[in-house]
């Protein structure tokens, strides 16, 4: 193994100048699997803000009105727990996959490698050819083959950035106001038109030419996912057992002892990052299997078994085990933080109400008024939260019957996701009170059946 491969950008030249990767590719058995993931997302992404379920844009993440749908689910501001939760709960998964399959995520979910390898990338080999043909092409001189292939790449791949962005917009403004807005000029919408472009744009930097260094230079989670795994998560890696030492076919047949490692470099030229997985693990590698496959199709060709680099545990690549272990502290440790918070999630659903009331009292320094005609009124506030996607109207009313209520607001009518409070009077004969005071219950009525109570204690003279 080289050992100055930690210091070194395989990226970068010594100058600091980028060097740019032409990754070859080769098609092998995890690539049907990750591509019916991919795309699958992508169909996800690209779908979720345009259809309609229960009366409700798919998924709408309406930030200007506190408003978030999801898959006909709504939410507002007053449910931040339910967006802590699922933020917890996001962080926790990626944990416990990470312990259990490294880097799982990276290689077959993230959008920098959804988009850029099920999207992009085929379309510049569409167009522009293999790896070879793609260096070669860069480096000759600028002439009509050379501008009709790149204005084709960048135009159709403008177009995906489009419709990416577009999509984008309709999670955010909603699909309505934008399909409005793109049937209108620009120059009427100036802000969502900046929009867009600024996102193509971003797009256009990203997939176009940032590419790997997003992975290998920005991204936090490359950095810290090194503390999530440990020997025994799944890599892809190199088994170096069985392919040290390296060695062409023919020292083999020369009577060579030699590993399964034939030194083809192909495991080095289908990496996107540039690195070489015999290296073992590194920072740079965001698993996406592509050297497994490749490795695979030359182990294929000089007949040895195929997994040379392959899903497996650093100790059995290195030959510091031979059994795999699952169970393990960290992975049950962030197993069981995950199931709470997925259960927790779960119930506070199944008991969620489309609206929410409380009682609060009035003025602390005057719990109770003594009215001219000798009853007591305590100053109470009722804030009541609509949390439906329509008008709702409330009624209040106290138990027992022999108390008095007055509000100013009959019915208290809140549009959809609003918050408000209107002041009640609860006014009753001071014979009542023991002590100076009398339990009673407030109730509320309205919104789509809705009913709650709450238990109060009013306040009077007699302590
Ligand atoms: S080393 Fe292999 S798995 Fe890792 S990024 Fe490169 S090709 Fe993908
Ligand atoms: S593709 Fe396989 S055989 Fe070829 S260099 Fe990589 S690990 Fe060795």
């Not at 990496?271 to 050297?291: K, W």
């Not at 939260?385 to 809140?414: G, R």
Request: hydrophobic share 45%; aromatic share 12%; net charge positive.
């Amino acid at each position: 193994m080289s050992g100055d491969f930690r210091e070194t950008l395989y990226t970068v030249d010594a100058q600091g100048r980028r060097k740019w990767v032409y990754s070859e590719f080769v098609p092998g058995r995890f690539t049907i699997p990750r591509g019916l993931v991919a795309y699958s997302l992508m169909l996800i992404y690209l779908v979720m803000p345009w259809i309609t379920i229960g009366g409700k844009q798919g998924v709408h993440l309406d930030i200007f009105n506190r408003r978030f749908v999801f898959f006909g689910a709504e939410f507002w501001a007053t449910d931040s727990y339910f967006l802590f939760l699922i933020l917890v709960s996001m962080a926790f998964s990626l944990f416990f996959f990470t312990a259990l399959f490294g880097r799982l995520w990276c290689g077959w979910a993230c959008p920098e490698t959804v988009f850029l390898e099920f999207m992009f990338r085929p379309i510049e080999r569409l167009i522009e050819g293999s790896a070879a043909q793609r260096r070669r092409l860069d480096q000759q001189p600028w002439n009509l083959e050379k501008i009709v292939k790149k204005l084709l790449k960048h135009s159709i791949s403008a177009f995906f950035a489009w419709i990416i962005a577009t999509t984008a917009l309709a999670y955010f403004i909603g699909r309505d106001p934008l399909i409005e807005m793109i049937s209108d000029w620009p120059y009427k919408n100036p802000v969502p038109f900046a929009m867009t472009v600024a996102m193509m744009g971003l797009m256009a930097f990203q997939f176009g030419w940032f590419r790997e260094q997003f992975c290998t230079v920005l991204c936090p989670y490359a950095r810290f996912q090194s503390v999530l795994m440990d020997s025994n998560s799944i890599v892809v890696g190199y088994d170096v057992v069985r392919g040290e030492p390296r060695g062409k076919v023919r020292k083999r047949e020369d009577g060579e002892s030699t590993g399964d490692c034939v030194d083809c470099g192909l495991c080095v030229r289908v990496c996107p990052t540039g690195i070489d997985i015999r290296n073992g693990l590194q920072l740079e590698c965001v698993a996406c299997t592509a050297c497994a496959d490749a490795c695979d199709s030359i182990m294929e060709k000089v007949g040895r078994p195929k997994g040379l680099v392959r899903y497996d545990t650093e100790d059995r690549l290195l030959g510091r085990s031979l059994t795999r272990k699952l169970l393990r502290p960290r992975p049950i440790v962030y197993g069981v933080l995950l199931t709470i918070c997925l259960s927790t999630f779960a119930y506070l659903l199944s008991v969620r109400q489309e609206s929410e009331f409380q009682v609060l009292r009035g003025a602390l320094d005057e719990p109770f008024t003594v009215l001219d005609d000798g009853r007591v009124s305590n100053h109470l506030h009722v804030r009541v939260t609509n949390k439906s996607s329509s008008p709702a109207e409330y009624t209040f009313s106290v138990t027992p019957k022999d108390i008095e209520l007055i509000t100013p607001l009959v019915p208290f009518s809140l549009h959809a996701g609003q918050i408000s409070t209107t002041p009640i009077f609860l006014n009753f004969d001071p014979k009542i009170l023991v002590d100076g005071k009398y339990t009673a219950e407030v109730n509320i009525a309205g919104g789509a059946g809705y009913s709650d109570k709450q238990t109060i204690t009013l306040l009077g003279p007699g302590k």
